[in-house]
């Protein structure tokens, strides 16, 4: 079975300061990872995905995240914040090969990005 | 991108009544979408997967007669908790696949359900 932990329930940020979000993950398969944000009163939306090959992975809204396997872990990261990136983070991890909605999702980060 | 929308985003109800909630891919056909219930402070968990013209897929711990699941269309799936009791109360979200791309789930905004 898979497991997701985001280390972080609450990320406070500047604007314009990076920031990292933490996703550590557990399986004993190959998995695909993934990162969603949702925005207040909206869907999750897909940011980025890791299926193979770069570790790095850049996704939309200049976010990106590395694979890093020995770690077991898929951090977020983006240089410099705007204060529109203010939402919830969810880190997901699905396995190889199995049904595509089965997604394990970690508990969220929500990213507030003060002025 | 792909929409996909929920209806109602909030809904009270009393303790014993039914509650449908319905999911629709407005510009795409979903053969197959997923309802996800969380918690406060809690991540989502997949409930079932809703498969057009066939039986839910419910997930170990889910009840089948408690959470009907119908996907009559290629554009619609509901959700009815039956017999609602305050501990149904919750987050219910779901997701369509478009059939391209793996992990490319396009979820809906979410119906927070309360129980009185």
């Known amino acids: 079975a898979q497991s997701v932990t985001q280390l972080d329930s609450q990320v406070p940020v500047f604007e314009e300061a990076p920031v990292e979000l933490r996703c550590n993950y557990s399986s004993s398969v190959s998995v695909y990872l993934f990162w969603y944000v949702q925005y207040p009163n909206q869907g999750l939306q897909l940011l980025l995905k890791?299926?193979?090959?770069?570790?790095l992975v850049k996704g939309i809204n200049g976010f990106e995240a590395e694979f890093n396997k020995s770690q077991t872990s898929f951090h977020l990261r983006k240089p410099s914040v705007h204060i529109s990136d203010t939402a919830e983070y969810f880190c997901?991890?699905?396995?190889?090969?199995?049904?595509?909605?089965?997604?394990?999702f970690g508990k969220g980060t929500k990213l507030s990005v003060k002025p | 991108g792909a929409v996909v929308s929920q209806h109602p985003s909030w809904v009270i109800c009393k303790s014993g009544t039914s509650v449908k909630i319905e999911c629709r891919s407005l510009?795409?056909?979903?053969?197959?979408m997923f309802w996800y219930r969380q918690f406060p402070k809690q991540s989502l968990m997949l409930m079932a997967t809703?498969?057009?013209?066939?039986?839910?897929?419910?997930e170990q711990g889910v009840e089948k007669d408690k959470f009907l699941i119908n996907h009559a269309s290629l554009t619609l799936s509901t959700l009815t908790v039956t017999s609602a009791h305050p501990e149904d109360s919750s987050f219910y979200i779901c997701s369509a696949h478009s059939g391209s791309g793996v992990g490319e789930l396009f979820f809906g905004e979410g119906s927070r359900l309360t129980v009185l």
């Open positions: 890791y299926l193979s090959g770069s570790t």
């Open positions: 809703s498969n057009e013209g066939s039986k839910a897929t419910y």
């Open positions: 510009d795409f056909q979903a053969t197959t």
């Open positions: 997901a991890v699905s396995e190889y090969g199995g049904s595509q909605g089965n997604l394990i």
